[in-house]
């Protein structure tokens, strides 16, 4: 029903900063439950944030406090501002959408898919 395409990656210095952008296209009627998650080599993809239709937020341990998940409905587009960045977080990015979800940082639960955005933080 949705597309989603990633965008804001890049490579950085630990403690820079970043945000990515995930925009929204086709059915957009709709107010999603949307979420981040992340796959580094060697690694299962593990959820990083996310945000549901009403604007409550979660967020994985390892990023609470440092990144900040939030959405634009009127230009269809998730944000997740990254703070204080660490080489851990280097990974591939992906935005995630569905229409309701029960568990919101598990990526099983999630429907759409982005290609992703690659984040590199070097010490």
């Known amino acids: 029903q949705v597309q989603l395409v990633e965008s804001g990656g890049g490579s950085v210095q630990a403690g820079g900063s970043l945000r990515l952008s995930c925009a929204v296209s086709g059915d957009t009627r709709r107010r999603y439950y949307m979420g981040w998650f992340r796959q580094a080599p060697g690694k299962e993809r593990g959820g990083v944030a996310a945000?549901?239709?009403?604007?409550?937020?979660d967020y994985a341990d390892s990023v609470k406090d440092r990144f900040t998940v939030s959405k634009d409905n009127a230009k269809n587009t998730l944000y997740l501002e990254m703070n204080s960045l660490r080489p851990e977080d280097t990974a591939m990015y992906y935005c995630?959408?569905?229409?309701?979800?029960?568990?919101?940082?598990?990526?099983?639960?999630?429907?759409?898919w982005g290609q992703g955005t690659q984040v590199t933080v070097s010490s």
């Open positions: 945000i549901d239709n009403v604007g409550t937020t």
């Open positions: 995630a959408a569905d229409l309701f979800v029960t568990r919101p940082l598990r990526s099983s639960h999630y429907e759409y």
